[in-house]
């Protein structure tokens, strides 16, 4: 059985008698011809199979009668995403600050965990002497897939705590660009919300009762035609926050499909939402010295803001 989900093609099927004792790399092609056995062998070693709800990585693993088996397809690239040198912003023995690409996925999904932020950091961080030994690893911050920019983690005991804490508590400001659909009126100001997740619509909105709250202040930066960059600080850190509330007040990202962005602009084609997480600011969870780091705009972004420009 095939199921098309959130851009997703998920294959599951019930092992049946007949088919017992194969292989997971042959098992699937031969139940889905449009899967090559390559293809099934890199989607096993991203982290994308499942036997009986439980993730494998293992292609020689032989499936039985009764086995209830998936293959989640993300439709990303099937090379795994590797830290580099020029990623990392800033690291010290207490928290690792990096650049993120945008169309990396943040933490496991069921399509892959190998190559997201979370486990190329756990490779990044790996002892060469110890190997075996699991790095420390406190994710205390999320960006969207589509979102590029700045994003710290907490890298040992001592700063997991102190830094959840301080994103619990606000005292992380963390500043983004973004391209929106329209003009904001005013063009500067403050949206507050009680945002609430629909689970059928996989998306955020702002309710009356029943959510958390929520705090964005914008600012435009530019305008354009019928766009506009802003530069957005958000006061909590809320799923899909910045998304979320500049929909509804009529200022879409750029990109943003899932929130009513447009995907083209003229003649400029959009494969992402265009949110870039540019400044975060904050005291050292353990030396309590003062950290600013800021980015520039990345290349994507800064193309499509010098033809609009240019337009």
């Not at 199979?49 to 020689?60: E, P």
């Not at 961080?125 to 994710?139: N, V, W, Y």
């Not at 600080?233 to 998304?243: K, P």
Request: hydrophobic share 35%.
């Amino acid at each position: 059985m095939t199921k098309n989900v959130k851009k997703w093609t998920i294959y599951r099927f019930k092992v049946e008698d007949g088919q017992a004792g194969s292989r997971l790399d042959q098992f699937f092609p031969n139940a889905a011809s449009e899967l090559s056995r390559s293809l099934v062998r890199k989607v096993i070693d991203l982290g994308g199979v499942h036997v009986n709800g439980r993730r494998t990585r293992t292609c020689s693993q032989y499936v039985s009668a009764g086995d209830r088996v998936e293959l989640y397809l993300d439709h990303m690239p099937l090379n795994a995403y590797r830290i580099s040198s020029q990623d990392v912003v800033f690291q010290d023995k207490y928290l690792i600050v990096l650049n993120k690409p945008a169309m990396v996925e943040t933490q496991p999904t069921h399509a892959r965990y190998k190559g997201t932020l979370y486990e190329a950091l756990q490779h990044h961080l790996i002892d060469p002497f110890r190997p075996r030994q699991k790095p420390a690893l406190g994710m205390v911050q999320r960006l969207d897939r589509s979102t590029s920019g700045l994003i710290v983690f907490s890298i040992h005991p001592e700063a997991h705590k102190k830094m959840t804490s301080m994103f619990i508590d606000g005292s992380v400001e963390k500043t983004y660009l973004a391209l929106v659909v329209g003009q904001p009126d005013p063009v500067f100001g403050e949206i507050q919300s009680l945002l609430a997740r629909s689970r059928r619509e996989n998306r955020v909105h702002s309710v009356v009762a029943g959510g958390k709250l929520a705090i964005t202040r914008y600012q435009t930066v530019t305008t354009f035609k019928n766009c506009s960059l802003l530069r957005i600080q958000i006061l909590t850190g809320r799923s899909h926050q910045i998304r979320a509330h500049m929909a509804e007040s009529g200022c879409p990202l750029i990109g943003d499909q899932r929130y009513g962005g447009a995907t083209s602009i003229d003649a400029l084609e959009f494969s992402r939402a265009m949110l870039h997480a540019q400044k975060l600011k904050f005291s050292h969870p353990v030396t309590g010295q003062p950290l600013d780091f800021s980015l520039p705009m990345p290349d994507d972004m800064r193309e499509a803001v010098d033809f609009l420009g240019r337009r």
